[in-house]
């Protein structure tokens, strides 16, 4: 296919078509595909991995109306089969040169950020503390408190205490410590922005 | 959430570069087309940063996440969130125990009885508490601050920078990885004495080993502000024991 094809507007409404009749879930179906496909070429060590799903998505949409018409099943099944050809296209362009400077930068990066103590977060950490409400507040803290045995038992008796089970509790800590996450990065970019 | 624990090892496993081509292509399909096995994906990166934040990893799992799993730098800058919370958390039940003393305090002089049953109960503590030591002579510390070191070589003073460890800790103990200059034999036996500015030294106890790097122990109760060396001793092969040449540096702020 031709690889400098631009996603035009009305491939694109065709491929939402094709995700859902309703074009709100459809839209949200987009978004969903598109998050899991950066997270599987994360997860094979590509440091493009936004484009890469571009590229794939872009891909899909170029051959939307053969996709349509003739493919039966889950549209994600077929997303992955391009990501697959998308990604081993990908390993194939990476020259060696490329690769070297690449393992030498993540490298560095990956000794400086080790090295790095994480007093920047934990200040920013107690600030974005300060925007939860008391009760998730309360949940993440007492959830990340303890070590080992102890956490286990901790979570069990938090977990009974709230009237839900352990994993429902480790889904709710997990989206509260998201939200905190995002606090902490805004923060971190406000305070290199003020820098400048 | 339905995710059983064969689902949430595999992804474990998955996010560690574990998994063989074939078992790596059916989680990447389950990721795509199952928002409950992806958010599972999501909760495991958490875990699995954690685990190594606070030294939970044993020495392969170790090398596999910094191999693989900290390939890009949305991930390292995830470690340095869970690193902060971590730290936090850890403040907190400090603080939570600080707190917890002065009310015991009132509660033995509004009840002059109690301080007499608890003279008791602390001389029988105290008599099965010193059997208890003896017979197990250490306590393992719960929680471990992590830092890994590569050894220096450089003769001159200005060499590479020490890694630097921030006081209070936030933990029990320091939990230090060692690279080895060059793989060896896991055969190999190592022992770690550790130096401080005022010249002091005591051995440390290796706590754990592969080919790649060996891991110690300091209790955080004996970690000054000052820096540290680690000097490196193998034994294994033809000769007897060996210093390797260098030193692993840290300092403690």
Known sequence: ?196 | MTATPEIQDQIRRYLLGELDDGSRAQVEQKLLSDGEVFEELLVAEDELIDDYASGRLDLEERADFEAHFLATPDRQQKLRFARALHRHAMTLANELETVKRPVMRSLWSSRPWLSWAATTVAVLALIVGTVWYLRSRTTSPKTFATVTLTINQSTRAEGLPAATVKLPLGADALKIFLKLPGSAPPTFRYRVVLEADDGETRPLEVVDQNGESIAVLVPATQLKREQYALTLFRTGGDSGEQRLPGRYLFTVE
């Open chain 1, 1 to 196: 296919m031709n690889k400098e094809w631009a996603l035009t507007q009305d491939a694109f409404d065709r491929l939402l078509d094709w995700l859902d009749a309703d074009r709100i879930r459809a839209g949200i179906r987009y978004e969903e595909i598109r998050r899991r496909l950066i997270k599987v070429f994360i997860g094979r060590g590509c440091m493009a991995a936004e484009d890469l799903a571009d590229e794939t998505i872009n891909r899909v949409a170029a051959r939307i109306g053969n996709v349509a018409r003739d493919y039966e099943g889950d549209p994600a099944s077929y997303f992955y089969g391009v990501c697959q050809n998308v990604h081993f296209e990908y390993l194939r362009k990476k020259d060696v040169l490329e690769t070297r400077e690449f393992a030498a930068i993540n490298s560095v990066t990956l000794r400086t950020n080790l090295a790095d103590d994480c007093e920047p977060e934990y200040q920013c950490l107690e600030a974005c503390l300060g925007h939860l409400s008391n009760k998730n507040r309360d949940l993440v803290l007492r959830y990340y408190q303890e070590d080992k045995q102890a956490k286990i038992d901790q979570r069990k008796l938090q977990a009974k205490e709230l009237g839900i089970a352990v994993n429902a509790l480790r889904i709710r800590a997990y989206r509260i410590r998201l939200q905190l996450e995002r606090c902490v990065l805004d923060c971190l970019k406000n305070d290199v922005a003020r820098m400048k």
